[in-house]
């Protein structure tokens, strides 16, 4: 009985081995998605990644840093603050990137302009990364 177990087998593996891998089921070629520049900026983790690894940012230091003490350790927001809450990744990232270049989305903006002003792009992405959902 074992040499039809081993035959059996053999003939299987032979013939997953001349099917290959086509890749798509349809045996086409699916084209690789490439983000544009401007879709890897409204993307954290593109900008993150266009760093090699020793020079990405952690979004814990950064919030700690810069966030923490108006946002609160879980984002919910101290005092008068807004909470974090709800803002998904890209969205974080595109209003911090706003209120470092200076524009106004709030009754806050001076002091989030302040907060942000030397941060990186990699420390926002970073940042995004970390406290948005």
Do not use: W
């Not at 890897?40 to 003490?69: H, I, M, R, S, W």
């Not at 911090?96 to 030397?118: I, N």
């Amino acid at each position: 009985m074992k040499p039809f177990y081993i035959a059996t087998s053999l003939i299987l593996l032979a013939t997953l081995a001349a099917c290959g891998d086509s890749g798509a089921p349809n045996g086409k070629a699916e084209p690789a998605l490439e983000e544009s520049p401007a879709q890897a900026a409204n993307n954290p983790f593109g900008v993150l990644a266009a760093l090699p690894p020793e020079d990405q940012p952690y979004g814990l230091d950064v919030y700690t840093a810069k966030c923490l003490q108006c946002h609160g350790n879980l984002g919910q927001g101290i005092d008068n603050n807004p909470a974090l809450t709800g803002l998904t990744r890209s969205a974080m990232q595109q209003k911090l990137l706003a209120y470092r270049a200076g524009k106004t989305l709030g009754p806050k903006s001076a002091v989030m302009a302040e907060a942000v002003a030397g941060l990186s792009d990699a420390e926002i992405a970073a940042v995004s990364i970390y406290a948005g959902e």
